[in-house]
């Protein structure tokens, strides 16, 4: 009797762990991307929304959204397919299917390029192929834009004509695909970088993602991030500085972080890569703060 008795007790605890390291593991899932450039149509926004969401589950640190399921309830939704989704929607997108992150993205360039020359008959021609990715991560809680980035990448390829004879070549989508995954990549490992840090009620990221303090000068307060994170003057900016992470002692997973409010800026000045505040409410702001 005793021994059967156990089994539910083990199987609790066992269920409670995988909880546990669910809930320390960002929840994202990645939007099909807009396809800007003048190839492929909406097949290579979404094919490059499909490698990222590989390489974000290679590396482990992520628990990602089924694509298939996402786009199930898009539809079922009518939120929209294009790869054209401002962060409002994303962030409903997010909270319908229960994640921390909504991914979106833009294919800004996808293409061909050709270059050569030569004589006496004989032309070498070079074949480029170049691409190149926009991302940013949409906190499905509050709908701010809290990481931005870019990758690019080019392949090439030479040919060699005779008198017009051979080498010849038309656009060759393996190496323009090759070009898309490596500038997908080096997307990847920067959003692997950046230090989503989820709580049981699914919110925050830590300081990897959203804006910091990177200068303080009397009542002026700089911002590492401006336009391109979503940031306008005159907006308000709730300053928070990292306090106590509490982590799971059996897994070592970080469960919560706690932040304590130093004070509010109002913007006066909003560039693409920075923004400056002025001090409306608080003290003792200091260097690395974080926008919370």
């Known amino acids: 009797m005793n021994r059967f008795g156990k089994v539910p007790v083990f199987l609790y605890v066992f269920m409670l762990a995988l909880v546990s390291v669910s809930w320390a593991s960002p929840r994202v899932a990645v939007m099909d991307f807009e396809n800007k450039s003048q190839y492929g149509g909406w097949r290579v926004g979404r094919g490059a929304a499909d490698v990222l969401t590989t390489e974000l589950v290679k590396m482990g640190k992520f628990e990602m959204f089924e694509r298939e399921r996402l786009q199930s309830v898009i539809k079922e939704q009518n939120l929209g397919a294009s790869g054209r989704i401002d962060p409002s929607t994303a962030a409903r997108i997010g909270k319908i299917i229960g994640v921390n992150y909504i991914i979106t993205g833009a294919v800004t360039e996808y293409g061909q390029s050709r270059s050569g020359g030569g004589g006496g008959g004989v032309n070498v021609g070079k074949v ?17 834009i809290i990481f ?89 900016v709730t300053i928070s500085r990292k306090g106590k992470t ?18 509010e800026i109002s913007l006066i000045e909003v560039e693409d890569s920075y923004s400056e505040g002025r001090v409306t409410s608080g003290s003792g702001f200091r260097t690395g703060d974080i926008v919370r």
């Open 128 to 144: 480029g192929y170049h691409a190149a990715v926009d991302i940013r991560i949409v906190d499905a809680t509050t709908g701010r």
């Open 148 to 236: 931005a980035d870019t990758g690019s990448h080019s392949k090439s390829s030479l040919k060699v004509r005779v008198f017009g004879f051979g080498g010849g070549e038309s656009f060759n989508e393996k190496l323009a695909s090759e070009a898309m995954r490596e500038a997908i990549k080096k997307v990847a490992v920067n959003i692997a970088k950046t230090d989503l840090t989820t709580t049981t009620g699914g919110e925050g990221a830590a300081a990897g993602g959203k804006a910091v303090v990177a200068d303080v000068d009397g009542n002026t307060v700089t911002l590492n991030k401006g336009r391109m994170a979503g940031f306008k003057k005159g907006q308000t």
């Open 246 to 263: 509490i982590k799971d002692p059996s897994t070592g997973k970080v469960l919560k972080v706690k932040y304590e409010k130093v004070g």
